[in-house]
């Protein structure tokens, strides 16, 4: 089965001849891609901290000027290998011209805690690391983490409010001894432990289908997607 036609992936999208079409959907793959490049430029290119954030600056200002996501070739590589590569060139390039954008110099595509980063590499001992691997770990994050972002604005909209609650406390949690029982959360919200259950069941395929929407819009052809699923979840969709 082809890409439904009604969903145009964010790698198809960043071709468009339509320029807010365009814009669009390579400020959604930065949002998605910062973090993990962010990562392989310290790693790969063993850079410091400001100097990694400033060529994955640049490198997001250049993929915009001169269209890189447009170029892509799903026949010749996965879209993630395709960034890494241009990523490197990138990077190579500025280094050897000692180029860098001043600090604040560019608008930023996205906002993005780099401590947080910074305290990821350094509590999973990522600063020798293989930066491939960083990178996917990253780049699997940053896919969760939008999901989690699209679940929020979707039930705040709907005014699913207690069933985000119950899947926030329960799911979101940072370990199994902060998360709360099913009778517990029963209890917070008054409502009976068997709603608990339907509930967060709900709230659990609905994550899982925007996982699948933002996995399918990352990819560029039916084959990524299903690897990249295999990645995520370790088994790819139906």
């Known amino acids: 089965m082809g890409f439904p036609t009604t969903h145009i992936s964010l790698v198809r999208r960043a071709g468009s001849g339509d320029v807010a079409t365009r814009t669009g959907a390579e ?36 993929a915009l000027e001169r269209g890189l996501f447009a170029r892509y070739d799903p ?9 890494r590569r241009c990523v490197d060139s990138y990077v190579a390039n500025a280094l050897q011209a000692e180029r860098r954008l001043k600090r604040g110099g560019t608008a930023a595509f996205v906002s993005i805690e780099v401590a947080e980063i910074e305290g990821r590499l350094t509590s999973e001992g990522d600063s020798g690391a293989d930066a491939d691997a960083a990178f996917e770990r990253e780049w699997v994050r940053s896919v969760l983490a939008d999901a989690v972002r699209q679940l929020r604005e979707r039930y705040r909209a709907a005014g699913r409010l207690g069933q985000l609650m119950l899947f926030e406390r329960y799911e979101l949690a940072d370990t199994d001894d902060t998360r709360p029982t099913y009778a517990e959360l ?31 819009a990352l990819s560029g052809s039916d084959d990524e997607f299903r690897a990249d699923m295999r990645d995520l979840l370790g088994v790819a969709p139906r």
């Open 27 to 62: 400020e959604s793959l930065a949002a998605v891609y910062w973090a993990p490049i962010y990562t392989h430029v310290r790693l790969a290119h063993r850079q410091e901290p400001a100097d990694a954030e400033d060529l994955t600056q640049g490198f997001f200002a250049q």
């Open 75 to 83: 026949e010749r590589a996965r879209f993630r290998s395709y960034v």
């Open 186 to 216: 029963a209890a917070e919200l008054g409502i009976p432990v068997t709603q608990v259950t339907n509930w967060l069941a709900a709230a659990r395929r609905d994550f899982r289908a925007i996982v699948l929407d933002t996995v399918r």
